[in-house]
């Protein structure tokens, strides 16, 4: 009846997941390169732009052993860039924010899995119609979220079933047919594992109390067992066996889900005709190439995705991405929560193994993807030989005044 539906992870090799990685950072870095020319964000315009330096350098950095689920790997990456630690809006930086998000969650679920506890992960959707705006849909979710918490039947609950806390993101998805799709996704963190028959009571009233309120806001009330209520109970021993080795992993895929898949839906593709924000995002930013009658090859964009997208922008502006029940995370010894800009500004440990001065960061900028990926591959030596090739100026850092000119090839 009730146990978590997850596909079986992909086992890869090392190698593998060093190219995966290395092919999603290229598309993110394009991605967001083009964002510039249509977003109505001035942050997110100059994100990756030089800036943080002093003299605006930027430089290559280099870490071994970074734990991937590829097993340890040596990680590239660029200091001294600005970054604009937008969590709905920035492609490079949501993924930072997102990985560093279900890093916390999978820690809070494993904590209390561990100790006898379990998790459900609860999706309360609504009912819209194209040409309904996004910020009205989303406003609505906002205030049927507090119609679900902000009652006695709530505070009840969550004594009676000794919940512990719960962890709460909105996801964006957009269809061709339906318009814009607001959702929430909640995990509910048990202390002990109450009768499943208990939780679903718990998840029923929630909904109960959901669509109430987004009624009240004026939509139509959403169809209860027709996808506007999706409960999975965490089953571990269930689990055991399909795909997951431990709590550990258990607690990772649930995470992700929260995390990652709200934050601009970077992980998957939406179902049903319905686009990720990540998908729109591309839809509005990449070319398409048409080839007319006459043989001419004429270069299209995609108007109307890139007015969804700004909607989206200005609808999203201000609105927190994931909400902590209170007290949860310093129950669960979680240290002091950082801000999305701290998340998404953490740079790599490591060393730094090149200097660029900005006027040689801006010839090369297209192609940061390759010159990490050479750094990657090659070492340092990897990065030196790439930059020697692009025939730009730049530097060997140095102990004492960190940079000092060696090369320049022109
Ligand atoms: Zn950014």
């Not at 729109?280 to 006459?294: F, G, K, M, N, S």
């Amino acid at each position: 009846v009730v146990l978590v539906t997850a596909s079986v992870r992909e086992k890869r090799t090392a190698e593998g997941w060093q190219q995966g990685r290395q092919k999603a950072r290229a598309e993110l870095l394009q991605l967001r390169r083009r964002l510039r020319s249509i977003t109505g964000d001035k942050r997110v315009r100059v994100c990756g732009r030089p800036g943080r330096r002093e003299d605006g350098s930027v430089t290559v950095r280099l870490t071994d052993g970074v734990m991937t689920p590829g097993g340890p790997q040596r990680v590239a990456g660029l200091g001294g860039l600005f970054i604009c630690g937008s969590v709905w809006v920035c492609p490079s930086c949501s993924r930072k924010i997102a990985a560093g998000r279900a890093g916390e969650i999978e820690r809070v679920i494993a904590y209390y899995a561990t100790r006898g506890g379990t998790a459900d992960l609860i999706t309360l959707t609504m009912r819209h119609h194209r040409g309904d705006r996004l910020k009205t849909c989303w406003d609505a979710v906002s205030v049927a979220w507090r119609a679900v918490t902000s009652c006695r039947a709530w505070r009840d609950d969550r004594k009676r079933l000794e919940m512990a806390g719960y962890v709460r993101a909105v996801e964006i998805t957009v269809g061709w047919r339906n318009g814009w799709h607001v959702h929430a996704h909640v995990v509910l963190i048990f202390e002990g594992r109450p009768a499943l028959v208990d939780r679903r009571a718990m998840a029923e009233g929630m909904f109960d109390r959901w669509s109430a309120a987004l009624v009240s806001s004026g939509f139509e009330a959403p169809d209860r067992d027709n996808h506007g209520l999706d409960v999975q109970h965490l089953d571990w021993s269930a689990a055991h066996g399909k795909g997951f080795e431990s709590i550990r992993d258990i607690a990772l895929y649930v995470a992700k889900g929260l995390s990652l898949e709200a934050t601009m839906g970077a992980h998957k593709t939406a179902k049903n005709g319905n686009r990720t924000m990540m998908q729109l995002l591309r839809d509005a930013v990449t070319p398409a190439e048409l080839t007319l009658a006459d043989g001419t090859v004429a270069e299209t964009l995609d108007d109307t995705a890139r007015e969804l997208w700004l909607e989206y922008e200005r609808a999203s502006k201000g609105r927190k991405q994931l909400t902590w029940s209170r007290g949860l995370r310093a129950k669960a010894q979680l240290e002091e929560e950082l801000s999305d800009q701290e998340l998404a500004e953490a740079e790599l440990e490591g060393e730094t193994i090149a200097v660029i001065p900005a006027e040689s960061f801006d010839q090369i900028e297209g192609r940061v993807a390759e010159l990490l990926d050479a750094a990657e591959s090659g070492g340092a030596a990897g990065a030196h030989e790439w930059l020697r090739q692009a025939g730009v100026r730049w530097y060997k850092p140095t102990g004492l005044t960190d940079s000092q000119v060696v090369e320049w090839s022109a």
